[in-house]
């Protein structure tokens, strides 16, 4: 099923470049989608919350490491950098402002591929890492299926967003651990625990722990320590 597939966002102006790559990508059975502008692909990032970004730098409206900031700034997809640019000093800015990975044109379509599965595992909440055998987690009647990125409770599925299910799969990693909101804010978005991001925490627990059928006052899932953190209870 295609929902099942990891879905790669590819960055890329120039028609021919961006045909090869994505018919690389969708021959390995990557689900591929395309911009051709960095304003385009702000959009398409919202809208599909990709699980990995093939992105060149050289874009026709603005800079690709413009794009590569914005998407750091809440989020900890990978970003593969596929540039004509060879300066050491490109690829170190390109890393350090959060790329996992840089590759210069021209390239061969099985380093490419080497390098697309690396960093998908290398993702910490990548399915491929094989936390646990089988890639399930069960607690009771709440099943995750890391593979697919599925979480069920009572075999029915819960809909949860990239964000939601990174936050439960951290959760389930460390079940039965308090986990501190700076630990889940710094796993999961890279940043410090300011007010903001916290409250940005909150709110997306919020909406887990009603997906998952949680009551206030009540333990469930997911016990919240006020101004603490969170744990998923053994």
């Not at 009572?154 to 389930?172: C, D, F, R």
């Not at 804010?185 to 625990?193: C, N, V, Y």
Request: charged share 25%.
């Amino acid at each position: 099923m295609i929902q099942n597939k990891y879905k790669i966002l590819l960055v890329e102006d120039e028609s021919n470049i961006r045909n090869l790559v994505s018919t690389v990508l969708e021959t390995s059975g990557y689900q591929t989608i395309m911009a051709d502008t960095c304003s385009v692909a702000k959009t398409l990032f919202a809208s599909y919350l990709p699980d990995l970004i093939i992105l060149d730098l050289g874009l026709p409206d603005m800079d690709g490491i413009n794009l590569l900031e914005f998407v750091r700034k809440d989020s900890l997809v990978p970003i593969i950098v596929l540039s004509a640019r060879t300066n050491e000093s490109d690829k170190i800015d390109a890393l350090d402002k959060g790329a996992n990975d840089y590759i210069t044109k021209p390239f061969g379509s099985g380093e490419l591929l080497a390098r697309v599965r690396a960093a998908l595992r290398n993702n910490r909440f990548s399915a491929e890492q094989g936390r646990l055998p089988g890639g399930r987690f069960t607690l009771k009647e709440l099943e995750i299926d890391y593979d697919a990125r599925r979480v069920f409770i009572k075999g029915e599925e819960i809909h949860l967003t990239q964000t939601e299910y990174n936050i439960v799969a951290l959760l389930s990693e460390n079940c039965g651990k308090m986990m501190t909101y700076a630990t889940i804010i710094k796993a999961i978005w890279g940043g410090l625990a300011e007010d903001g991001s916290v409250k940005k925490l909150q709110v997306n627990m919020a909406n887990i722990r009603k997906k998952f059928g949680d009551k206030p006052g009540e333990t469930n899932y997911i016990a919240n320590e006020l101004g603490v953190g969170y744990r998923l209870n053994e």
